[in-house]
């Protein structure tokens, strides 16, 4: 099946910028993806990008897609105590469902 | 707001139970998905519906069916519970296939099978 791959865990300080990286091996990939997970919630979408798009841009958010690596970045900027939670990277192949990755934790400390 | 509602929080079962975990949603959504959430294993696909008593597999079905009887509701069967089926149970819906729509989840029901 196809796959999805993110780092795991990543930590900073309040008022630094956070970096989540993603990649993923579908060429066929229609939309890319991610998501929020706060301690016992489900998944909220944060943001997406098409992917015949490079760059999105959505206030604190910056979402970076490389087509040629298959490489999906997420930056925080300003990332504050409220940022911390679990962040999924998934893609849509086609207009089917959704494959997520692992998620990586991110934990913001003051 | 679209409202994905999952009908437990917690639930703790014996090995050999059966087990219903039921969804509703009230947005109309033609598309509704069963994940599973394991540490270190992100979200995994075990079914999912693109309408009613429509029924996919997803990549980790053995051992689960579902039921998709009215479009609000999809129910997922443990037909014989597990130890290996404890595990953190999400449920999603979309409004319908060929689009862009956002899954939309509910907030999870945490199985423990004993």
């Known amino acids: 099946g196809e796959d999805v791959e993110q780092s795991l865990f990543l930590s900073v300080r309040e008022g630094d910028s956070s970096v989540i990286n993603c990649t993923y091996t579908?060429?066929?990939?229609?939309?890319l993806y991610w998501y929020k997970q706060e301690p016992g919630a489900g998944l909220q979408l944060l943001t997406y990008i098409f992917s015949n798009m490079d760059m999105k841009q959505d206030q604190r958010l910056t979402v970076l897609l490389n087509k040629k690596d298959k490489h999906l970045s997420l930056r925080i900027a300003d990332t504050q105590t409220g940022d911390s939670a679990i962040y999924f990277c998934?893609?849509?192949?086609?207009?089917?469902?959704?494959?997520f990755g692992k998620g990586t934790m991110l934990l913001v400390s003051p | 707001d679209v409202k994905v509602t999952q009908s437990s929080r917690y639930l703790v079962k014996r090995t050999g139970e059966k087990v219903f975990l039921e969804c509703v949603q009230d947005?109309?959504?033609?598309?509704m998905f069963w994940y599973r959430q394991d540490p270190g294993l992100g979200l995994r696909l075990i079914y999912f519906?693109?309408?009613?008593?429509?029924?996919e597999k997803g990549d980790i079905p053995e051992g689960y069916s579902v039921s998709r009887e009215k479009k609000e509701r999809f129910s997922l069967i443990l037909e014989s519970a597990s130890t290996n089926q404890t595990s953190m149970y999400l449920c999603?819906?979309?409004?319908?296939?060929?689009?862009?729509?956002?899954?939309?989840f509910g907030s999870g029901t945490q199985l423990s099978v004993l």
């Open positions: 999603a819906s979309r409004v319908r296939l060929a689009t862009n729509e956002k899954l939309f």
């Open positions: 998934a893609e849509l192949e086609g207009y089917s469902t959704l494959t």
């Open positions: 519906s693109y309408d009613v008593k429509m029924k």
């Open positions: 579908d060429s066929s990939s229609t939309y």
């Open positions: 947005m109309d959504h033609e598309n």
